[in-house]
């Protein structure tokens, strides 16, 4: 009976500390960067990865964003209007005129498709294909993947070698102490039990000698 406790007992332990494959799940994940225009060009006000699906936007448009990876190929290009010019409709007593307006704060907001070999996001013009912002997209794509171990996407990436941490050595450490705390309860209980049937049968040698 004390041999099936042990078992259970490591079996239980491992499977406390050791994630199950099964809760890993199969999700999709855009980055979302928002922009504002400046005399210079784009800056870059917030970016950040969330979970969902991106859009399908096909129309040609002022501005192209393309994502690269760290060998520089693309894998993704969206294009985009200017933000700040807009159109609408004017009613006076003349009828309806269309109007258009500029408004220099308004923002770009790109949603990008995830993708673990991102490297950088280059916007330009469409036309002329002059470079007017670039930014490093890996940062992004690491400070996810540190907070989010077990999606699927970030736990294909291989792991850095750059040295052990802490928890790589604290977790090992203590599944050994834990199994050597398990082996001598086992040896203890056993050697407690042998003891028991020992004085058992002394006593009983003892009563028929009497």
């Not at 199969?26 to 060009?41: A, I, L, N, R, Y």
Request: hydrophobic content about 40%; aromatic content about 8%; charged content about 20%.
């Amino acid at each position: 009976m004390r041999k099936y406790v042990f078992v259970l007992s490591v079996l239980l332990l491992f499977s406390a500390v050791f994630p199950q494959s099964g809760e890993v799940q199969e999700t999709s994940k855009v980055v979302v960067s928002h922009f504002k225009f400046t005399d210079t060009g784009l800056v870059e006000t917030r970016s950040s990865v969330v979970y969902g699906l991106p859009p399908d936007l096909q129309d040609e448009a002022a501005y192209t964003a393309s994502v690269l990876d760290t060998a520089g190929s693309s894998l993704e290009k969206q294009q985009f209007s200017d933000p700040r010019i807009y159109m609408g409709d004017n009613l006076s007593d003349q009828g309806i005129a269309g109007i258009t307006g500029f408004n220099p704060d308004a923002e770009v907001v790109l949603v990008l498709r995830f993708n673990t070999t991102m490297d950088k996001l280059v916007i330009s013009n469409t036309t002329s294909g002059q470079k007017i912002f670039e930014a490093n997209l890996s940062p992004l794509v690491n400070d996810f993947c540190a907070s989010h171990p077990q999606d699927v996407d970030c736990a294909k990436i291989p792991p850095k070698q750059e040295g052990a941490n802490f928890s790589s050595l604290f977790l090992p450490a203590l599944v050994v102490i834990v199994l050597a705390g398990i082996v001598v309860a086992f040896i203890f209980m056993r050697k407690k039990g042998e003891a028991g049937k020992k004085g058992e049968v002394k006593k009983e040698g003892e009563e028929k000698k009497g």
